[in-house]
């Protein structure tokens, strides 16, 4: 063997038994931590968030920030479990792009609770059944997911904190090939987010609405004529062939989550804040509803109105501005807007998604 190439491979070996020690030692004091907080939860977001934002900053290379928070976030999870484990609830079943968000953001370390729907999924928080929800609130090319919005407004439950995971639509079947497709089975959403590729390379096929990707896998699974989309994660659960990767129309495609838990996350110094909120019927209700926020010089990311389910040709409106409700800025704006709207609530105060 080369002896550069034997020094190389040993200083190799050397790093590695350097991060054991210090992976293990990191445990240690996070146990150490758990017993300091006298049974408080160990699950901090804005503590995480910041811990990640420093390192993705600090980060020399060559590894990309987005490698950089997935390896973090996975040695936070793995200490945090020598503690406590999260339950945290999701929109099943296995398989799902929800399910990839939930390790994206709470690492593999955690008991994902995969439930049949979004109000499941609220249900399981609000009885203790699980700690946290995870659930999709809109995604960048089809938009809001009605079913998240009206659901927030009714809970008690806050928003802790966000994630932001690209959406991949991947085509698979039995055997591989396009030749002898009758079908294509996909969620609503991914066949909407897919429907110009579908055009372009299938377009004389069917298109079959299914609950969930991952029971469009199965049928697939058991149909040789028969494709669904979805991740490459249930093409290896139902044992497909991927016959193409990344057809969705938008190479941006992402889709945005929300945790909820009890309660929301302290200021982390890089949040958001979002709200819902209902206007007078009167002319320029909406404008006067929103100046706070302009005077204040506050930046909104979101602006989304959706009819109120309490009465006819009334509508409520989601905002998600920048900073924490603490802040004095913020504190302040939403006091004015309080004492302008005809309803109100801080949907919660978390930090913000770093990609």
Not at 331 to 345: D, N, P, Q, V, Y
């Amino acid at each position: 063997m080369d002896e550069g190439l034997k020094a190389l491979r040993a200083r190799i070996d050397s790093i590695d038994d350097a991060i054991l020690q210090l992976v293990s030692e990191r445990a240690g004091i996070a146990q150490q931590v758990g017993r300091a907080k006298n049974g408080e939860k160990i699950y901090r977001p804005e503590r995480e968030a910041q811990i990640v934002r420093r390192l993705r900053e600090a980060n020399p290379g060559p590894l990309s920030g987005d490698t950089i928070e997935r390896l973090i976030r996975e040695i936070m999870s793995a200490c945090r479990a020598v503690e406590e484990t999260p339950h945290v609830a999701y929109l099943g079943p296995v398989g799902t792009f929800s399910q990839q968000a939930v390790h994206k953001h709470f690492g593999h370390e955690v008991e994902a609770l995969a439930e049949t729907d979004i109000d499941a999924c609220f249900q399981a928080v609000e009885t203790g059944r699980a700690d946290f929800a995870l659930v999709p609130v809109e995604n960048s090319t089809e938009g809001a997911i009605g079913r998240t919005l009206d659901l927030i407004v009714e809970s008690t439950l806050k928003i802790c904190g966000e994630v932001m995971l690209p959406i991949h639509q991947t085509l698979m079947r039995k055997h591989g090939g396009l030749g002898g497709i009758q079908r294509v089975y996909g969620h609503a959403q991914s066949l909407a987010q897919c429907q110009q590729w579908l055009s372009r390379h299938l377009p004389n096929v069917e298109r079959v609405s299914v609950v969930s990707n991952s029971e469009g896998a199965r049928r697939a699974a058991a149909e040789p004529d028969a494709a669904t989309l979805g991740s490459e994660t249930a093409a290896e659960l139902y044992g497909l062939t991927v016959v193409e990767k990344r057809v969705e129309d938008e190479a941006s495609n992402t889709t945005r989550f929300l945790v909820l838990g009890q309660t929301d996350a302290a200021p982390s110094g890089r949040d958001k804040t979002s709200l819902v909120m209902g206007a007078h019927n009167q002319p320029g209700a909406v404008v006067k509803l929103l100046q706070p926020l302009a005077d204040a010089g506050i930046s909104m990311s979101k602006l989304e109105s959706r009819p109120a389910r309490s009465s006819n040709w009334e509508y409520l409106f989601f905002v998600v501005c920048e900073g924490h409700r603490e802040e004095a800025k913020l504190a302040g704006a939403l006091a004015e807007i309080k004492a302008r709207a005809a309803f109100l609530k801080i949907l919660g105060s978390y930090p913000a998604a770093s990609s």
